[in-house]
Structures are given as C-alpha cells and as structure tokens.
C-alpha cells in the first residue's frame, strides 16, 4: 500500500492506495519557500514595471488596499503590514482604508475579520464589499459591459490590490486584476462578466484572448489601480514567490512562476483519480471545492470514479448553485433550467457540475450530510475503500488511480508526459 495524508479542512485525512493499481501522483512541483518578511523585501526593493513603488505615494492622499475575503488564502495579516512599514511615513493612517473584496460572497463573520486581517482591523478604516450596494458606474468594456465598482475606489488617490495568484477555472488566473472585478464590483457587472464563462477561451490557465480575464483588466485599467501585492504559494502552502509592481507586468511574472510549477503534464486519462481540495479554505464549502473538482476531471476518463476530499464544513456556498439543484430530479433538469432562464451567476456552476456527474461517478469525503450529497448527484464516502471497491467491479483488476494531493492548485495538461 501507498499511504497518502491529505489536506481536508484544518486538518488532514489518511487513505491507502494498493501499489499495483496507483498509476501516479500529480501534484506542482517543489518551490523552495522563503518567509514572507524576506519575499515581501525582494519584492519591494526588485519591483516589476516600476521605479521605487513608495515613491508613488504622496502625503494627503486617499489609499484604498483591496484585500481578498475569507475564501482566500493570503496572508493578509502579515503582510499588509509589511506594505505600511514602507509608507507609514507618507501617507497618514487616517488616510488608508481596507477594503475587503467578497465579490458576490457573503460578508465575512467577525471570527472570519480576526483572520483575515488581525489587529490591522482595529487600526485602520475597513469596509466591507457588497455587490448590491454602494457602487458607481465608471464606464462600458469593449464587450459592453457597464463597469460598476465599489465608490470608495472611485474617491480614492491611490489604490492597491493585495491577493494571490493561482489558476482559476475560468477567469485564467486568480490575483491582480482579479480583486477589482469580481472582488469589488457590482452584482450585474459581476454576473454580465462570468456569463461569458461558456465561451470556449474563457478557460484555465489563459490569460490573454480570454473574454472574462481581458473584461477584468479593462476594469482595473478604468478604476486605476496603481500596484499590486500577490503572493504566489509553493506546494505545501508556504510562500513561494511575491511580486510587487505594476498590475499587468507584476501579474504576468507571478503567472509564469505559478505555470512553472503548478502546470503539470500527464500522460493516459485515469480510471479512478482522489482528489483534496487542499484544505481549509480551498474546501469552505462546495462552491469553492467545485475547483478541485473541475481539475480533476480533466484526468478522469469517460464513465470513471473521482473521489473528492473537501470538508465543506459552510455548507454549499451559493444559493442559485443550491436552488438549481434543489430543484431539479435528475441532472439533465439543470440543462433545462438553464436553456429556461439563461446565465445566473451559481447556476452556470450547477451546469458545470451536472456534466461532471453526468460524465461520471462522483464520491464526496466531507462533513456535508449524506442527503445533501446524494441531492447534488454525489455519493458521500468517508475514507477510499467504498471507491477502490466500486473500481474494481466497474474496471477489473488493472484500474488504474491517479492522486491529486492539491487539486485546488493543479492545472493539468494533457497529452504531455
């Protein structure tokens, strides 16, 4: 046997994979990690399409810093305070608002605030972002788009955005430009922007000549956002890579760190691929953990088992993804409903995740309720041998199992070995 410890919620869950039947473990590769102090001053001092980037900073002005929400893995905490030692000189307290980027997300809880931003939430101006409230137009993408953003962006001087970067299943990437569309748009620029997610280049890991990807730089180009922060993660989490600089150049240097790592070739489509999420907060819920999945589907053959490990301790995470669901009686309902009523932001998700189930068995490891995952089309599991059983009637005795230990984070790529 080959004992695999993967990631799920806060901690980790063990399953055993005879040696004959494993085929291959796909997962980046190693990236040395750095403390984030020491990869925030290579940053700053080595900044990407800028001079010295405390010199755009003037005493006076309004800063506003876009920060991902509760979904998010950066590390907000630590490294916002990073950036202030660098400007607290020029620009006042008073002056700096945080301005947390829920996108169509719910308002993170005061646990949730204490995470993600620590004792900076006592310190400086926070607001939280509300797709339906408190934005202002700004003007139309070349697709027609009416660009809405959040107001206080729009009253301020200078604007930075702190995030990650990281593959996103139709977006491209996550990171930059990201953070201002969807992070802190309005409802109706939000759901007019995904709903060109069916357009065939509006995929993962394409940045240019992507609609949606393209829309949101549009939008950060109008709003004038002036620097980013982003990390970029190594495999286990730890800190890889931060890039300092301007949006577009600083992004397209993070990216191809990300794509030298992360994107990883394989070979013959599995019988059986196990795949984490990569734990808390890539599996908070469904909505997200719909990611992991979405990976691991591009190496599972037609009429395969995937076996998903994601806590999903918030529950589902959406409630259009949920409501269509809810209402249908078998999978193909939701292509009805959707022919019906055209793109809902949710809803494209319960299309994406009915062609999964349709395509193939789906099993659940995670703290949802049995009849939650049976409504979804799933089977709910609670370790890998209900799975490898079901693999073995299904296929015979030569299945073959793929493991994805951080299929949140995995972009693979077929047909290379």
Not at 320 to 336: A, G, H, L, N
Request: hydrophobic share 40%; aromatic share 8%; charged share 25%.
């Amino acid at each position: 046997m080959t004992r695999f410890n993967l990631a799920y919620g806060e901690a980790t869950v063990s399953i055993d994979v005879p040696k004959r039947h494993l085929g291959g473990v796909l997962d980046g590769r190693a990236m040395p990690s750095v403390s984030l102090r020491q990869a925030f001053h290579d940053a700053w001092t080595h900044p990407i399409g800028v001079g010295d980037p405390a010199a755009m900073f003037k005493p006076g002005e309004k800063l506003v810093v876009v920060v991902t929400d509760h979904t998010r893995a950066t590390p907000t905490r630590e490294l916002f305070p990073l950036l202030w030692e660098r400007i607290r000189g020029t620009i006042a307290q008073e002056d700096v608002s945080l301005l947390i980027a829920t996108g169509t997300h719910r308002a993170p809880t005061e646990e949730e605030l204490d995470v993600i931003l620590g004792e900076v939430r006592h310190e400086f101006s926070v607001l939280i972002h509300d797709c339906d409230r408190n934005t202002v137009e700004i003007g139309t993408s070349k697709h027609g788009t009416a660009i809405e953003i959040h107001r206080a962006l729009v009253e301020a001087d200078r604007i930075v955005s702190m995030g990650h970067i990281g593959m996103h299943y139709y977006a491209g990437y996550s990171g930059g430009r990201k953070n201002i569309l969807p992070g802190v748009a309005g409802r109706a620029t939000i759901e007019a922007n995904h709903a060109q997610m069916m357009d065939p280049r509006s995929t993962a890991c394409a940045y240019g000549g992507n609609p949606i990807s393209e829309e949101m730089v549009e939008a950060a180009q109008m709003v004038g956002l002036d620097l980013i922060v982003d990390v970029v993660f190594a495999r286990d989490g730890s800190v890889g890579r931060i890039v300092v600089g301007e949006p577009e150049a600083a992004h397209a240097v993070g990216r191809a760190v990300w794509d030298e790592h992360f994107k990883v070739p394989f070979g013959e489509p599995a019988d059986v691929v196990i795949a984490s999420a990569g734990g808390h907060p890539k599996d908070i819920n469904l909505y997200q953990a719909y990611k992991a999945q979405y990976n691991a589907m591009r190496t599972l053959r037609d009429g395969g088992i995937l076996l998903l490990i994601a806590a999903c301790t918030n529950g589902i995470g959406n409630a259009v993804f949920e409501e269509w669901i809810e209402r249908t009686e078998s999978p193909k309902d939701v292509f009805e409903i959707f022919a019906g009523e055209g793109f809902r932001l949710g809803g494209h998700k319960a299309v994406y995740h009915v062609e999964d189930v349709s395509r193939a068995a789906i099993h659940l490891w995670s703290e949802l309720d049995h009849a939650t995952v049976r409504r979804f089309y799933m089977e709910p599991a609670a370790g890998v041998e209900t799975v490898l059983t079901a693999a073995q009637k299904r296929f015979g005795d030569k299945y073959r199992v793929l493991v994805l230990p951080h299929a949140t984070e995995t972009c693979p790529i077929f047909g290379e070995t």
